[in-house]
């Protein structure tokens, strides 16, 4: 934590005599002559600033305003100034508008005063780095927590794959895999939620914008939702233009936004409910409507329901999720320079969701049909070899399995250094390996098969719990062609299989 006060005050002698009542203390300081050297000291960080009345007055104001306004959420960096005129002071106004955690001190300045404010600036300055701490130490937890709750989920929802394949008319044994996996689906979004919570209020999500339809974010978003709605018995209608719409945007947020509206609508209305989405566009504004005839929302709820950890009881039933997905829906929306808003006619009459995003680049554009595998390369991918690599043994035995159900010819292995000497003496065309193993982990197991003779020609493929943009970073650092995340979308496994052939 930094404890120095940085000191700022270009004339007279306040900055020595200050600087020498906080030394006797044992308060360090370090004293800036000119406002340029002022900020290069602030950007070295300090534990709180301490100014007279002569700087907020001059050029050094506006550049300590953005420097105030840039802060990261956790600090609100303490700002003691010294004035001989008080908050009469035009100039000083301007400084407790601008500048934010303000304490004023009249001059003269008697020293037990100076002595007890600095302290007390001091103090809640270490309470802002123990927050800071304290938020690191929740998206590490977040982050593990993930990890470890992805890992089960992974050979449960292969599992159920390979009932599939063994069973393929038996009804019990679909209806068991259905709830399986909307069960599956369901914790894996409230955990891709938790994760999106602590990225957003760390200022970590970065939106991968690039053209996508407005088509296929409305077929995402209603296949995610399409578990809730079937549970609940909802009819739900979709209407979305005619001719394609290209906009600029990040997939898997919009995706992510109107999935999240569309499970909202679902689990505020009763069973066997109607729930209309409708998709337009209108210059360059794309708009996303959920409309249904569930409870409704009284004028109190509809100020907080964007709040985060918000809940809205509905009668007769136990509280369940999170109180997050509108939150993200309505950051993601901002982040693309769009609105989202709520509106209801009272209890018992419905409520409707509005998306507006200032994302379309083009319209009209011919319908392309959706890329298949053909059964020609699905025979090449099969005549593959793919190493299966993961010391969760239930995880690596399900997706070895389930990928020989479909032809493909595999082998496994359970840690890194095993998989690296696999891929020596079988010569894989494909690897598909977890990251956090015992020993070698997946990132130094595939630089080392990256280095065996014919390494350069291997595809490997991350299959981790570990989802965050860092991860995927190192992956592609250590040699992996894709990253997936736990539990494996096989379709998804699938495509990765079918770029490389």
């Not at 934010?100 to 001091?122: D, F, H, K, W």
């Not at 689906?185 to 602590?198: C, G, K, M, Y």
């Not at 409520?351 to 053909?374: K, N, Y």
Request: glycine share 8%.
């Amino acid at each position: 934590m930094e404890r120095r006060i940085v000191i700022c005050a270009p004339t007279g002698q306040d900055a020595g005599l200050t600087a020498r009542v906080l030394a006797s203390v044992g308060i360090g300081a370090i004293i800036c002559s000119t406002p340029v050297e002022l900020m290069e000291q602030l950007g070295r960080g300090a534990g709180a600033l301490l100014l007279v009345e002569e700087v907020v007055a001059g050029v050094a104001m506006r550049p300590l305003a953005e420097y105030i306004a840039s802060q990261p959420t956790w600090s609100d960096i303490p700002v003691l100034l010294m004035t001989h005129s008080g908050a009469d002071s035009l100039d000083v106004q301007r400084a407790i508008e601008h500048l934010g955690n303000v304490t004023l001190l009249e001059r003269p300045v008697r020293t037990i005063a100076l002595i007890a404010a600095m302290q007390s600036a001091i103090r809640a300055r270490e309470r802002q780095y123990q927050v800071r701490d304290a938020d690191q130490r929740k998206d590490e937890f977040l982050a593990t927590l993930a990890h470890e709750l992805r890992n089960p989920l992974a050979p449960i929802r292969t599992s159920m794959g390979i009932l599939q394949h063994i069973h393929p008319d038996s009804e019990p044994i679909t209806q068991v895999r259905n709830v399986v996996n909307r069960q599956v689906t369901h914790l894996t979004r409230l955990v891709d939620d938790l994760l999106d919570v602590a990225r957003i209020t760390t200022g970590k999500v970065v939106l991968k914008k690039g053209h996508i339809t407005l088509q296929s974010v409305v077929n995402h978003a209603v296949e995610i939702s399409s578990s809730t709605m079937e549970s609940k018995k909802h009819q739900l209608d979709v209407f979305e233009p005619d001719a394609q719409c290209v906009l600029d945007a990040d997939h898997a947020r919009l995706v992510q936004s109107v999935a999240n509206l569309l499970v909202n609508a679902a689990k505020f209305t009763p069973s066997s409910g109607h729930i209309v989405l409708r998709a337009s566009v209108l210059g360059d504004t794309v708009e996303f409507t959920v409309r249904d005839n569930g409870i409704g929302l009284e004028p109190a709820s509809i100020a907080r329901i964007f709040d985060l950890f918000a809940q809205t009881p509905v009668p007769g039933e136990a509280p369940t999720g999170l109180g997050i997905g509108l939150s993200l829906a309505r950051q993601f929306a901002e982040m693309h320079g769009g609105t989202l808003y709520a509106a209801s006619e009272g209890l018992g009459k419905g409520s409707e969701f509005v998306l507006r995003l200032p994302v379309v680049v083009q319209t009209h554009l011919p319908a392309t049909p959706e890329s298949s595998i053909d059964k020609g390369m699905m025979e090449n991918m099969k005549s593959r070899k793919i190493l299966v690599v993961d010391d969760n043994v239930d995880a690596a035995d399900t997706l070895e399995a389930l990928l020989g159900m479909d032809g493909f010819q595999v082998s496994t292995a359970y840690d890194g250094i095993a998989a690296v000497a696999a891929a020596e003496s079988m010569r894989p065309d494909v690897v598909v390996m977890d990251i956090g193993m015992p020993g070698m982990d997946g990132y130094d197991a595939a630089r080392k098969m990256r280095q065996q003779s014919g390494g350069q020609n291997m595809v490997l493929i991350a299959l981790t719990g570990w989802g965050q943009s860092s991860d995927k970073n190192r992956a592609t650092d250590a040699g992996f062609d894709h990253h997936l995340v736990k539990p494996v979308d096989y379709a998804m496994l699938m495509k990765c299989l079918q770029v490389q052939v």
